[in-house]
């Protein structure tokens, strides 16, 4: 298994545009969670989806971020308009639910977001 | 609410061994994890403890108290490839959610 893969692995974008990061997470893993990680804050829980459900968003820092779970092989995270302080590395992660043996998130290897 | 504690900083000498240390207080408690992150790299799974007790994998084991609140990462045999950032994981209130805590930057030095 290729694990999780997100893209892009760098943007560099302008303050007011819109950036969308994706992510395609691990076949037969049916949660899938987004994570946001500055040194401030460590890593913070954004939402997470269960069978393409989004079950909490609670962490989505404000309406300007938006998610989407189209299929069970696709995620998006979207900013707009993105700003300064979302610079971060954005991570994608999944799991099998517990109990399956295989326990623990496997994450993919970030989108570092600079927003200028 | 949710509070996961862990010192910001530790630093060890190659072959010795350092326990890294986490309390936790968190809405609901279904298994606490370890994770370990290289610099510029994702974090990856490093240990699962759910019952009270030690698990042992090798150089690592990891230690869990429910009733304190409790849990430590023990290395061994430190090695310059052990420094990294340790992160304690709690599952809390959802049955998959993971909250982080803020990590302990590990260095080692020879």
């Known amino acids: 298994d290729a694990g999780v893969i997100q893209s892009p692995r760098h943007e560099v974008t302008e303050m007011g545009q819109e950036v969308t990061l994706r992510c395609k997470p691990i076949?037969?893993?049916?949660?899938l969670f987004w994570y946001r990680q500055t040194m401030m804050r460590g890593l913070e829980l954004l939402i997470y989806?269960?069978?393409?459900?989004?079950?909490?968003d609670s962490g989505m820092p404000e309406d300007r971020f938006s998610a989407k779970m189209p299929n069970a092989s696709f995620s998006t995270l979207k900013i707009q308009p993105s700003e300064p302080r979302d610079s971060a590395v954005y991570f994608c992660?999944?799991?099998?639910?517990?109990?399956?043996?295989?326990?623990?998130?496997?994450f993919g290897s970030g989108t570092r977001l600079t927003v200028v | 609410g949710q509070n996961i504690d862990q010192p910001t900083e530790m630093t060890a000498t190659e072959g010795a061994i350092v326990q890294i240390n986490c309390t936790y207080q968190?809405?609901?408690?279904?298994?606490l994890f370890w994770y370990q992150q290289h610099a510029g790299e994702a974090p990856t799974f490093l240990s699962y403890?759910?019952?009270?007790g030690l698990e042992e994998k090798g150089r690592f084991s990891s230690f869990l108290s429910r009733s304190k609140g409790y849990s430590y990462l023990l290395l061994k045999e430190l090695q310059m490839k052990d420094s990294a950032s340790y992160l304690c994981?709690?599952?809390?209130?959802?049955?998959?959610?993971?909250?982080f805590g803020a990590g302990t930057r590990l260095a080692v030095h020879p």
């Open positions: 992660a999944s799991s099998a639910p517990a109990g399956r043996g295989d326990y623990g998130y496997t």
């Open positions: 076949s037969g893993h049916d949660y």
């Open positions: 989806f269960n069978n393409n459900v989004p079950i909490d």
């Open positions: 968190t809405s609901g408690f279904n298994g």
């Open positions: 403890n759910v019952l009270d």
């Open positions: 994981a709690v599952f809390s209130g959802g049955y998959n959610k993971l909250i």
